[in-house]
């Protein structure tokens, strides 16, 4: 399996990781500006909640994924998780220097209040947390599986 699919599978993975946070945040609130809220915004589709959940999906899986896939040998960092980490925040960032303020949040979202920018980076973090772990477990088995195959090969 290839770097960019196995960084899809893991994108995919953080992308309902963290929609079950903002779920449960709109839920029981809404206390901040939800990034899928956020998406239908900027989609114009404010009355169908269902298009930022599938953009959500979408930016998780087919952008922020396979990038960490190529980027996630190159990051700083020794652990995957802290090199997920670094990768959110770095979208994290580009997300609030462009889509928040199309969306109408300002920069970083901070016309939303900072309890938004908060929950943005706290959202983005779990992202990267996730997709890090998620990443290097694929990684890992692969990484035993040739091993073992490597092992038994030589031992003939």
Do not use: N
Not at 41 to 65: K, P
Not at 94 to 116: I, Q, S
Request: net charge positive; proline share 5%; aromatic share 10%.
């Amino acid at each position: 399996m290839s770097r960019v699919t196995k960084g899809m599978i893991a994108g995919f993975s953080a992308a309902l990781a963290v929609a079950v946070l903002e779920a449960v945040q709109m839920l029981a609130g809404p206390w901040f500006v939800s990034f899928p809220r956020l998406l239908t915004v900027i989609m114009g589709t404010e009355g169908v909640a269902w298009t930022g959940w599938v953009a959500h999906f979408a930016v998780g899986t087919l952008v922020l994924g396979p990038l960490f896939g190529i980027l996630c040998p190159r990051m700083p960092t020794d652990t995957p998780e802290t090199k997920g980490i670094v990768f959110a925040v770095g979208a994290f960032v580009l997300m609030g220097l462009t889509v928040a303020p199309l969306g109408g949040v300002g920069m970083f979202g901070l016309a939303a209040g900072f309890p938004t920018l908060a929950w943005m980076i706290l959202t983005h973090a779990v992202f990267g947390a996730v997709m890090g772990h998620v990443y290097a477990r694929m990684v890992g088995r692969e990484w035993r599986v040739h091993r073992v195959r490597d092992d038994i090969h030589l031992a003939h």
